[in-house]
């Protein structure tokens, strides 16, 4: 399901992208280009979560032996700093998601674990062991290879245009280092209390959603020029996005399904974590790059780059390198048991769930 659901999720918010539809008041037909609306529609799917979870708590008060621990009570406040940067660095993705391919956009938002690296190192007090260290420099490698795919096919795509797809790779990892802040805020403030997943990921939805959807008013008058793709060239036309809708209402079906995989991404991610581990879990996210990639191929979305495989690779690698992925494999080879155990023992839980990423957030 994690795999299924986060895989749609990349693929519907493009393929919204890709859309052209007349808008409201007679404008002519132009391309669906509404990344704040969609990051509404997002934070809905997240909203949702909350909802889910309400629902399985009294089901399973009805029990004669409840089973499900609700998690201590809490002040919802908590969640609004890490729903902030949720709200921000999802709109900076989905603005760069209209730049840029969907394999890149999910390639580069591999450099997470760089900033979440740092900043832990910093603020958290984490003392990252050399394999982590070494999986960020991998990392960084990786994204550079990525840039450079991207850079070399600007120069044939006809969709968009080379400095549209620098642009929207910046953008990006830019977003990436709002994601960590809001990882480190979450472990810091957040997880301490014990609340339960689904609860957690339907607060910030929550916030998320009605901040932002208050948000689309002002932005309805902020004139931007040409840096907006829609015919009022305002920050976000929410209006011009429902007479898009109307006129073509697959958009419509896109939408729904970026708003309903991020629930199931988000439920099947916590459940994945939780009954198997974090490690399966950064697999199973590594996997989803390579299914939007071929998806993205087989629907005529993207043209094959070697040099686009080989920056997956080593981005691969490094996240490997940096969850620990590579510790079973030094654990049966018989030089230095001793060392590796301790490097084992020092490596917390957490760090490998903050390196797995979150849903988005996916979040």
Request: hydrophobic residues 50%.
């Amino acid at each position: 399901m994690m795999l299924i659901t986060g895989s749609i999720n990349t693929l519907s918010a493009k393929w919204a992208d890709m859309f052209s539809a007349p808008g409201c008041n007679g404008s002519p037909n132009h391309a669906f280009s509404h990344p704040f609306v969609q990051a509404v529609g997002m934070f809905l799917g997240e909203l949702s979560c909350l909802v889910v979870f309400h629902i399985l708590l009294c089901h399973d008060r009805r029990k004669p032996e409840p089973t499900m621990i609700p998690g201590q009570s809490f002040n919802p406040l908590l969640f609004l700093p890490p729903a902030l940067c949720d709200m921000l660095g999802t709109s900076i993705m989905y603005v760069a998601l209209n730049m840029t391919s969907a394999s890149s956009f999910q390639m580069l938002r591999g450099a997470v674990i760089i900033f979440t690296g740092l900043l832990s190192v910093a603020f958290l007090g984490r003392r990252l062991q050399p394999s982590q260290w070494i999986g960020i420099l991998v990392t960084i490698l990786g994204l550079v290879v990525v840039g450079l795919a991207d850079f070399l096919n600007g120069h044939r795509d006809d969709s968009h245009k080379l400095s549209e797809v620098l642009t929207g790779d910046l953008l990006i990892i830019m977003a990436q280092i709002i994601v960590a802040v809001q990882m480190v805020l979450e472990e810091k403030f957040v997880y301490k209390h014990n609340v339960h997943p689904l609860k957690a990921v339907g607060t910030e939805g929550f916030f998320g959603f009605v901040i932002l959807s208050l948000l689309l008013i002002p932005m309805f008058f902020i004139h931007v020029g040409s840096f907006a793709d829609n015919p009022r060239q305002v920050l976000e036309d929410a209006l011009d996005a429902f007479c898009q809708i109307g006129h073509k209402p697959l958009i419509l079906l896109a939408l729904l399904g970026n708003t309903v995989s991020i629930a199931f991404f988000n439920f099947a991610g916590i459940s994945v974590t939780k009954e198997i581990s974090a490690t399966t879990r950064m697999v199973l996210d590594s996997l989803r790059t390579l299914v939007i990639w071929v998806m993205s191929l087989l629907l005529g979305w993207e043209v094959f780059q070697g040099l686009q495989i080989l920056g997956f690779i080593i981005l691969l690698v490094g996240t490997a390198l940096y969850n620990g992925l590579h510790k079973p494999l030094m654990a049966k080879m018989p030089c230095c048991p001793g060392e590796q155990r301790a490097e084992e023992g020092e490596a917390p839980e957490r760090e490998r769930l903050l390196g797995a990423g979150k849903a988005e957030n996916e979040s």
